[in-house]
């Protein structure tokens, strides 16, 4: 069946560090890849998405590109700041069915 | 971007009462609407899917007469946890999908505590 990998967290960092979440997948067919953020005590918050291999979904600095030859989906930011400080889930979705989670991995960033 | 309102965010309850949260979508129809429960510092576990106008469907090991679904609408579900008891206690997340999109937008989640 379809899963998700992610590394373990905790990820701890210092302001303005390099991010790199791995994250990979196991699917049949061709499913649409997100990843997802949850601030303390909130729900979850789309954070980028790609549909097809190479693309690259990017928001608010983070960057993560869809490589079907890696089977892989990681995570990356240039340069971390506190308020990045959460929970980021990767999941994998196919057409509308359910979507697959990964573990979660916390990223904490000290000043 | 799609908004989902999910309410109350926080319900303290004594153990052997029900409880009720809501899950709007805000300006969007859901078609669709996940209830996910998550423990501490874990990830999400899908408790049911439901569409609008129809029964929910329960994942495995998840007790329907427990937690009842209902979406009579394009725009709000419900989940309702009967006779709760303090293994109930849990953070509640819902989440909709619109008809013509396979991208879920999450509620705030509820975080339930059974005295």
């Known amino acids: 069946g379809n899963s998700v990998t992610q590394m373990e967290g905790p990820v701890t960092l210092s302001e303005e560090a390099f991010l790199t979440i791995n994250c990979t997948y196991t699917a049949t067919g061709y499913p649409s890849l997100f990843w997802y953020v949850q601030y303390p005590g909130e729900g979850l918050q789309l954070l980028l998405k790609a549909t097809k291999a190479d693309d690259k979904g990017s928001n608010k600095g983070f960057e993560a590109t869809y490589r079907k030859e890696t089977t892989s989906f990681h995570l990356e930011k240039g340069s971390v700041q506190v308020s990045d400080s959460a929970v980021y889930f990767c999941?994998?979705?196919?057409?509308?069915?359910?979507?697959?989670f990964g573990t979660g991995t916390r990223l904490l960033v000290s000043p | 971007g799609a908004v989902v309102s999910q309410h109350p965010s926080r319900v303290i309850c004594k153990s052997g009462t029900s409880v009720k949260i809501e899950c709007r979508s805000l300006d969007f129809q859901a078609t669709t609407m996940f209830w996910y429960r998550q423990f501490p510092k874990k990830s999400l576990m899908l408790m049911a899917t439901s569409n609008e106008g129809s029964k929910a469907t329960y994942e495995q090991g998840v007790e329907k007469d427990k937690f009842l679904i209902n979406h009579a609408s394009l725009t709000l579900s419900t989940l309702t946890v009967t006779s709760a008891h303090p293994e109930d206690s849990s953070f509640y997340i819902c989440?909709?999908?619109?008809?013509?999109?396979?991208?879920?937008?999450f509620g705030a989640g509820t975080r339930l505590s059974v005295l």
């Open positions: 999941a994998l979705g196919k057409g509308f069915q359910k979507l697959v």
């Open positions: 989440s909709a999908r619109g008809r013509d999109e396979n991208i879920q937008y």
